[in-house]
Nanobody, 125 residues
Framework: QVQLVESGGGTVQAGDSTTLSCVVSGRTDREYVLGWFRQAPGKEREFVAAVNWVGAGTYYSDSVKGRFTISRDNSKNTVYLRMNSLKREDTALYYC??????????????????WGQGTQVTVSS
């Protein structure tokens, strides 16, 4: 089993930056792909970004590409999501997730076996 705990959410101004963190515990000996998803009120959960075990391979959704950066520090069992130039439409509950499958372009939620509880990010104008 794998447990994930997110932190770093809160309320920020449009145009500002913030960083989310997710600590992974449990079966951390496996080479999990780690990803970030988000869900806004009334909308489906959507993929944001993912990174492979070595941290060299990443994928981003078109809506965040160029503004968000995903990274991981395996020595700390932590994955980060640096969010720059935040927009009101980035407001959502952000989830960290782990997948035992290889990193692929089609990062749908069903490929991720383990999920955190989420951290809220609210962008105000």
């Amino acid at each position: 089993q794998v447990q994930l705990v997110e932190s770093g959410g809160g309320t920020v101004q449009a145009g500002d930056s913030t960083t989310l963190s997710c600590v992974v515990s449990g079966r951390t000996d496996r080479e999990y792909v780690l990803g970030w998803f988000r869900q806004a009120p009334g909308k489906e959960r959507e993929f944001v970004a993912a990174v492979n075990w070595v941290g060299a391979g990443t994928y981003y959704s078109d809506s965040v590409k160029g503004r968000f950066t995903i990274s991981r520090d395996n020595s700390k069992n932590t994955v980060y999501l640096r969010m720059n130039s935040l927009k009101r439409e980035d407001t959502a509950l952000y989830y960290c997730a782990a997948s035992p499958l290889p990193l692929r372009p089609d990062n749908t939620a069903d490929k991720y076996a383990y999920w955190g509880q989420g951290t809220q990010v609210t962008v105000s104008s």
